[in-house]
C-alpha cells in the first residue's frame, strides 16, 4: 500500500483538514472483516471512510460502488455518521481525499449539508464545471504532490470574498466543544455561536450537516481514535478503559455502543485489526 497525507496551503486549512492519497492492492481473501459486517465483504476490495464532515474523493481507472451507487470517478460525500464501506470492483484502488472541516464544504462549495448528509454524488451530478475540470486532472495527473497544488489553486478560487459568519459562528463552536471535550449542551452551542437555540440549530445544521447531541458524538469518536493512534504510535500499550474516560465516554459499555453504531467494531476490535492510517479512513488487515 501506498498512502501519505499532504498538507493544504495555509489560506486553505481553516477548511480543509490535510489531503490523503491511497494506493491500494488486495482482495477480501486478503483481509479479515470484522465479525463478518456485509459492509466490508462486498465485492473484491473494500476501503472503510469513517464518520466525517464531507469530503471530496477523486478516483483514477477505478470504478467503486458507494452507498448504493456506481462511481468511476471523483464523488461528493456529505457528512456522515456511519462507517461507509467504499468497494472496488477490479481488487485495487488508487485515490485522494480532501477532507473538509465541520462546515467548510459549506462554506467553500456552497452545498447545504442538512440536504447531503449520507448522501453521494458524482461531479457530474452536482453539476460543477470546476469540480469536472479536477476530476479530469485528477485521472490524467499521476503525481500526488501536483495534484495538491493543482486543488488548492482550485478551493482557492472559491474561498469567500468577504468572511462567512455563519462559517465563523460554526469554528467557534468547535472550538468550545472541543475545549468542553464534549461535555457541552446545545444551549452552551448556541451562547458560544452568539444565536438563539432555533436559529443556532437551523445554521448548525446547515453548514455541519448534522445535530449539535450528533456533532459532540463524531467529535468524541474522532478524538479517541486519534488518542489511540498517538499511544500506538509511540510504541504504548492502549489502556481502552483509561483512554475512553479521558474522551468523555461514561464507561467501556458507553464507548462500545457508540462504537459499533458509527464504526462498527467496538474500541477492543479498533486495537485488535490495527489502528486506522487516519481518523476518516481506514483499512482493516488479517
Known sequence: MIFSILQPSGALRPYIRRYVFVRAEGSTDTMMPPDGDPRFVNGKHVQPLLPNYGSLIFQRNVQTEIGGKICNGLFLLGANQTTLGLTTLS????????DFEP?????????????????????????DEGLMACDDMFKH????????????EFLMSRLPQQTDLNYSRVCKVV???????????????????????????RVFRQYAGVTPKQFIRLRRFHSTIQDMQQQAAQGKTID??????RHGYYDLSHAALEFQQMGCVSPGQFRMLGIPLTDDFSVFFA
Do not use: K, N, P
Open 240 to 245: 481502552l478503559l483509561a483512554t475512553v474516560l
Open 103 to 127: 462546515g467548510a464544504m459549506h462554506a467553500l462549495l456552497g452545498i447545504d449539508m442538512q440536504q447531503l448528509v449520507g448522501q453521494v454524488l458524482t461531479s457530474a451530478e452536482y453539476g
Open 175 to 201: 472550538a468550545a466543544c472541543d475545549e468542553a471535550r464534549g461535555a457541552v449542551t446545545a444551549l452552551q452551542m448556541a451562547e458560544a455561536a452568539c444565536l438563539g437555540e432555533r436559529q443556532f440549530l
Open 141 to 152: 495527473t499521476a503525481d500526488a504532490a501536483e495534484i495538491a497544488i493543482r486543488l488548492d
Open 91 to 98: 481488487g485495487w484502488y488508487e485515490g485522494m481525499m480532501a
